[in-house]
């Protein structure tokens, strides 16, 4: 009786594995796999070297591994039968010959798949040191098992073919190479971009790469399997035509013809055909990293008209570009297809198409970047374009290739391209082109529900005479802003002292507003407070420029906040820098521009100016970044802003560092609001937060190498950089719950408070193994062995470092005179009799200009939409700190300044890009390890795997030991 279809598939494959097991074939095969990837994943891929936590390392190499692998394990398959004669035996049975064919090959990837259950350890080692995003982890296993048994299949057609196995051997190495080559940068370098992408859909390497980033897309899938169908097809009609050597022609061996060739055909035709597809695939990576986002989604359902998104590149570029202008090809068409008609693609080479290049040139500045090539024989320059286009209406962005691209350095010829966040940069091109677009039509059309406008003055006769014309210069602009908002504006002029004071008793209480004065030595007191109300969120527009223009743009300035599209403005105060300083070639002081820059590539960043006491009207958020000696009038504004209901975030520690004289020390640094913050419940102790949970230092060594000095950089533990991670980090809130970590330097403790009607959340906190230091000598400490020699003093505990208090304030200056009015009286003298002007001569008869009226009051307590978001350290946003925390990585480190990033968004409750920025890409760093720990890590995965292969041979030897059977013994038993 014939057996069965799958029984007959389940007997081969069992004896294929019986036979592997039998011999050392499959040890060595396990052995060889586990050891190479090991020393492939920590010595060659550099693993601790990265500092990433993740696996990438252990797929890097597999596409090469696997040509070998697959080779050497199916080159006696059909070989072995061939020689020894048995398959002429197997030919004449009547059993179809595709059973044997896959139970042969599913023997093989049973091997494969022990010999990928042997590298577990690895990412369950990384996973243990670090936060690891199991998505890539789990699609680069399929990944490798799909090519694997890609190859496997190639290797049993070749083996068919010959009945020596180093031929098979050869052959089966140099078939799967070519698969691999194709789509190789080796090969695709050398022809132009669509080429290029041509034939990385043709690659074994180029679509392992895609699976092993986490999308798994079903063109990937159906390429593997088609491989896998046309070679066991191949396989099968190979054997068969042995089969009919010695018969006749007939009309079986026909049919046998037709349906091989139409399986070839279908696998390699419906591979074209999902080419043209993008739709099935699944983002396994962690946030979506690779997918558009419903924030993106919302962007573009606010389109009104048609936006070109329009992409340059060249078709010979640099090659470490080209890989990425596939990928950005698809994410650029994924805006198409969720645009729904509203979003419009295109795709050109500038240099075949004259007409558009002119274009690019003159109106968008789009023009070649010249990158130098170099190869074997030859160094180059090659001018070529990697710009993207966004253009909305007559608004247009521009993104370069710096704007897409991050460079991280692994080695001194050893450079990692990738794109940086390539969703963000697009969603952001596309907001800003929107938020200019609309900022040139109705300023009203994004305001959704309407607005009130409550000007609580009093009558013409209480005012100063100043305010008297400026009270009609504001009902005349409220009323023209009125009729533009076409209904949606609702003008209300309100006499405080009307009714009995009850208005006024209410705007005390809800706003905080008292009576104004134009002088502590006046008498008279008057209300003109100017709000904009939207349900229960309310702004205050500040008296700044008496006129009709300032204070229409005021007046705007306050409608923005209601509305969407408009780009918010973030007002920065640093401590300017000393110039003396820098002349003598020495720091010239704390420098933000790298804060500045990231926050301007979204928002409008301008310095904050508090000399007068005021912040200006059209400012959304206070930045205060490393204050220094506020005075009174700069602490009145930053407390007014507050009581208005605007946030304040703030960087500041009592101490600062400076780097003077080769020699790293803390300063003490008075920024003048340590008794504000104090006030409202927010303490900084005059300590050092210390940790062991470090970032590294960066100190460069010189060593004597052969009589040359070469100078390195070698990273050593430093407890004064906090490395804040996992549960260090608010999982709860946005501003802090998708940051890998933040390296904080030179910290110092929060106690926070609580009172009511405010709340406060802990945004950062050091590790359970910190302490407090009050020395200020903080240069790197070694011990005789150039190893760091900090040793933990007194009590380890967490301590806050990062906080954000929100709700109502009462103001630091509520029940005392405004600082402003005190400066003006100061400034008045009591005349001066006439007679004693003569004596002296002192009598000045010439008229002095007469100075601007000085209004102003206390707003003694805020709104419960104000906020203050504090951070205990003058330092970690330095440009020169993130400089050298980010050398320690060899990239740009960017995770304080997206955190920063994150605060401003999530307090102008543009939760849209913080969202999409957060999806971003991220190195997920490991934590500080020692020499010592390192190596524990790589042996115990050395030791684990050797265990396995123990553990195999075991189960192995536990059943009775197989006899080396052939084809024909198997079947006749």
């Known amino acids: 009786m014939q057996p069965k279809p799958l029984s007959m598939i389940s007997r081969v494959a069992r004896k294929e594995?019986?036979?592997?097991?039998?011999?050392?074939?499959?040890?060595?095969?396990?052995?060889?796999?586990?050891?190479?990837?090991?020393?492939?994943?920590?010595?060659?891929?550099?693993?601790?070297?990265?500092?990433?936590?993740?696996?990438?390392?252990?797929?890097?190499?597999?596409?090469?591994?696997?040509?070998?692998l697959a080779s050497t394990l199916t080159m006696r398959l059909w070989s072995e039968e061939r020689r020894s004669g048995t398959l002429e035996h197997v030919l004449t049975l009547p059993t179809a010959l595709w059973q044997f064919v896959v139970g042969k090959f599913i023997g093989c990837l049973f091997l494969l798949v022990i010999a990928l259950l042997i590298t577990l350890p690895l990412p369950i080692s990384v996973s243990l040191?670090?936060?690891?995003?199991?998505?890539?982890?789990?699609?680069?296993?399929?990944?490798?098992?799909?090519?694997?048994?890609?190859?496997?299949?190639?290797?049993?057609?070749?083996?068919?073919?010959?009945?020596?196995?180093?031929?098979?051997?050869?052959?089966?190495?140099?078939?799967?190479?070519?698969f691999y080559l194709i789509g190789n940068s080796t090969i695709t370098n050398f022809v132009g971009t669509q080429t290029g992408e041509l034939l990385r859909q043709l690659g074994t390497g180029s679509r392992f790469e895609s699976i092993t980033r986490g999308v798994l897309d079903i063109r990937d899938f159906y390429y593997y399997l088609s491989i896998i169908l046309v070679f066991l097809s191949?396989?099968?009609?190979?054997?068969?035509?042995?089969?009919?050597a010695k018969t006749r022609q007939t009309k079986n061996h026909t049919q046998w013809k037709l349906v091989t060739l139409l399986l070839v055909a279908n696998a390699l035709g419906a591979n074209l055909w999902l080419s043209q597809t993008s739709l099935l695939r699944v983002d396994a990576t962690?946030?979506?990293?690779?997918?558009?986002?419903?924030?993106?989604?919302?962007?573009?359902?606010?389109?009104?008209?048609?936006?070109?998104?329009?992409?340059?590149f060249s078709q010979k570029t640099h090659p470490l570009l080209a890989p990425l202008?596939?990928?950005?090809?698809?994410?650029?068409?994924?805006?198409?297809?969720?645009?729904?008609?509203?979003?419009?693609?295109?795709?050109?080479?500038?240099?075949?198409?004259?007409?558009?290049?002119?274009?690019?040139?003159?109106?968008?500045?789009?023009?070649?970047?010249?990158?130098?090539?170099?190869?074997?024989?030859?160094?180059?320059?090659?001018?070529?374009?990697?710009?993207?286009?966004?253009?909305?209406?007559?608004?247009?962005?521009?993104?370069?290739?710096?704007?897409?691209?991050e460079v991280k350095a692994g080695g001194e010829n050893d450079l990692n391209v990738q794109l940086r966040n390539p969703e963000h940069d697009l969603t952001s091109a596309i907001k800003k082109v929107l938020n200019s677009y609309q900022s040139g039509g109705n300023l009203f059309a994004t305001v959704r529900d309407e607005l009130h406008f409550n000007a609580y003055v009093s009558p013409d006769d209480k005012l100063p005479e100043q305010l008297v014309g400026f009270k009609q210069s504001v009902e005349d602009v409220a009323n023209a802003m009125a009729q533009q908002a076409g209904g949606r504006l609702k003008v209300n002029f309100i006499d405080p002292n009307a009714n009995d004071g009850s208005v006024a008793e209410q705007i005390a209480n809800d706003y905080g507003f008292q009576p104004m004065a134009t002088s502590l030595l006046s008498n008279d007191s008057f209300y003109f407070y100017l709000t904009l109300k939207k349900g229960e969120q309310a702004v205050q527009i500040p008296l700044g420029d008496l006129t009709d223009e300032g204070f229409k743009r005021d007046f705007e300035s306050a409608v923005k906040r209601f509305a969407s599209g408009f780009t918010k403005t973030v007002a920065l105060l640093a401590p300017k820098g000393n110039p003396e300083m820098a002349r003598y070639g020495m720091p010239p002081g704390p420098q933000f521009n790298?804060?500045?820059?990231?926050?301007?590539?979204?928002?409008?960043?301008?310095?904050?100016?508090?000399?007068?006491?005021?912040?200006?009207?059209?400012?959304?958020?206070?930045?205060?970044?490393?204050?220094?000696?506020?005075?009174?009038?700069?602490?009145?504004?930053?407390?007014?802003?507050?009581?208005?209901?605007?946030?304040?975030?703030?960087?500041?520690?009592?101490?600062?560092?400076?780097?003077?004289?080769?020699?790293?020390?803390?300063?003490?640094?008075?920024?003048?609001?340590?008794?504000?913050?104090?006030?409202?419940?927010?303490?900084?102790?005059?300590?050092?937060?210390?940790?062991?949970?470090?970032?590294?230092?960066?100190?460069?060594?010189?060593?004597?190498?052969?009589?040359?000095?070469?100078?390195?950089?070698?990273?050593?533990?430093?407890?004064?950089?906090?490395?804040?991670?996992?549960?260090?980090?608010?999982q709860d809130n946005l501003i802090t719950s998708e940051l890998p970590q933040a390296t904080i330097a030179w910290a110092s403790p929060i106690v926070a408070?609580?009172?009511?009607?405010?709340?406060?959340?802990?945004?950062?906190?050091?590790?359970?193994?910190?302490?407090?230091?009050?020395?200020?000598?903080?240069?790197?400490?070694?011990?005789?062995?150039?190893?760091?020699?900090?040793?933990?003093?007194?009590?380890?505990?967490?301590?806050?470092?990062?906080?954000?208090?929100?709700?109502?304030?009462?103001?630091?200056?509520?029940?005392?005179?405004?600082?402003?009015?005190?400066?003006?009286?100061?400034?008045?003298?009591?005349?001066?009799?006439?007679?004693?002007?003569?004596?002296?001569?002192?009598?000045?008869?010439?008229?002095?200009?007469?100075?601007?009226?000085?209004?102003?009051?206390?707003?003694?307590?805020?709104?419960?939409?104000?906020?203050?978001?504090?951070?205990?350290?003058?330092?970690?946003?330095?440009?020169?700190?993130?400089?050298m925390t980010g050398s320690a990585g060899g990239s740009e480190y960017l995770s304080t300044l997206q955190m920063t990033a994150n605060a401003v968004d999530w307090s102008l409750q543009d939760a849209g890009l913080l969202s999409i920025r957060?999806?971003?890409?991220?190195?997920?760093?490991?934590?500080?390890?020692?020499?010592?720990?390192?190596?524990?890590?790589?042996?115990?995965?050395?030791?684990?795997?050797?265990?396995?292969?123990?553990?195999?041979?075991?189960?192995?030897?536990?059943?009775?030991?197989?006899?080396q059977l052939s084809f024909a013994q198997l079947l006749t038993r």
Not at 234 to 241: A, I, Q, Y
Request: hydrophobic share 40%; with cysteine.
């Open 129 to 178: 040191m670090g936060e690891l995003d199991w998505g890539p982890v789990i699609a680069g296993y399929l990944a490798t098992l799909l090519l694997g048994a890609a190859y496997l299949s190639i290797g049993l057609f070749v083996s068919s073919r010959s009945d020596n196995q180093i031929v098979s051997l050869i052959s089966a190495a140099a078939i799967c190479g070519v």
């Open 286 to 312: 962690e946030g979506n990293l690779y997918s558009i986002s419903d924030a993106t989604h919302n962007y573009l359902k606010r389109l009104q008209e048609p936006l070109l998104i329009r992409g340059y």
């Open 234 to 244: 191949l396989n099968t009609f190979v054997l068969e035509k042995e089969r009919w």
């Open 753 to 883: 408070k609580t009172q009511p009607q405010r709340k406060v959340t802990p945004l950062l906190s050091s590790s359970e193994r910190s302490w407090l230091s009050s020395n200020t000598d903080i240069m790197p400490q070694l011990n005789a062995n150039g190893e760091s020699a900090y040793v933990p003093e007194g009590e380890q505990q967490a301590h806050t470092i990062g906080v954000m208090a929100e709700g109502k304030f009462t103001s630091y200056f509520a029940g005392k005179d405004s600082p402003l009015l005190a400066e003006k009286s100061e400034e008045t003298s009591p005349a001066v009799p006439e007679e004693n002007a003569a004596l002296d001569g002192s009598l000045d008869t010439e008229t002095k200009p007469e100075k601007p009226t000085v209004i102003s009051s206390v707003i003694e307590h805020s709104p419960g939409s104000a906020r203050i978001i504090l951070f205990s350290s003058n330092d970690f946003l330095r440009d020169q700190i993130l400089q």
């Open 17 to 68: 594995i019986t036979l592997f097991f039998a011999s050392p074939t499959a040890y060595l095969f396990l052995a060889a796999f586990a050891a190479v990837t090991l020393f492939t994943f920590f010595w060659g891929e550099a693993f601790f070297a990265r500092n990433i936590a993740d696996v990438r390392p252990l797929f890097e190499w597999m596409p090469l591994l696997l040509i070998f």
């Open 594 to 730: 790298q804060l500045q820059a990231f926050l301007g590539e979204e928002l409008n960043v301008k310095p904050a100016d508090l000399d007068d006491g005021k912040v200006a009207g059209d400012v959304d958020i206070l930045l205060l970044m490393s204050p220094k000696d506020l005075n009174e009038k700069q602490l009145f504004a930053v407390d007014q802003f507050l009581m208005q209901g605007g946030t304040v975030l703030a960087a500041t520690s009592p101490y600062s560092a400076s780097f003077m004289g080769g020699k790293l020390t803390l300063q003490p640094h008075q920024s003048g609001l340590s008794d504000w913050l104090k006030h409202h419940g927010l303490s900084i102790d005059n300590k050092i937060v210390m940790d062991e949970q470090n970032a590294a230092f960066p100190v460069p060594i010189s060593r004597n190498v052969g009589g040359f000095q070469i100078q390195e950089m070698r990273m050593l533990d430093y407890p004064y950089f906090i490395d804040v991670r996992r549960e260090g980090l608010n």
């Open 325 to 405: 202008v596939p990928q950005l090809r698809d994410l650029i068409d994924e805006y198409q297809v969720a645009g729904k008609g509203k979003v419009r693609v295109e795709f050109i080479d500038p240099a075949l198409n004259p007409e558009l290049e002119s274009e690019a040139n003159q109106k968008y500045a789009i023009r070649p970047q010249p990158f130098q090539v170099n190869d074997r024989y030859q160094s180059s320059i090659v001018s070529s374009y990697f710009n993207v286009l966004i253009q909305y209406g007559d608004e247009h962005q521009v993104l370069g290739f710096r704007d897409l691209i």
């Open 918 to 963: 957060s999806r971003g890409h991220f190195n997920r760093t490991l934590p500080p390890m020692n020499v010592d720990e390192q190596a524990f890590w790589e042996y115990l995965n050395y030791f684990l795997a050797a265990l396995a292969l123990a553990l195999v041979a075991g189960i192995q030897f536990q059943r009775k030991k197989a006899q």
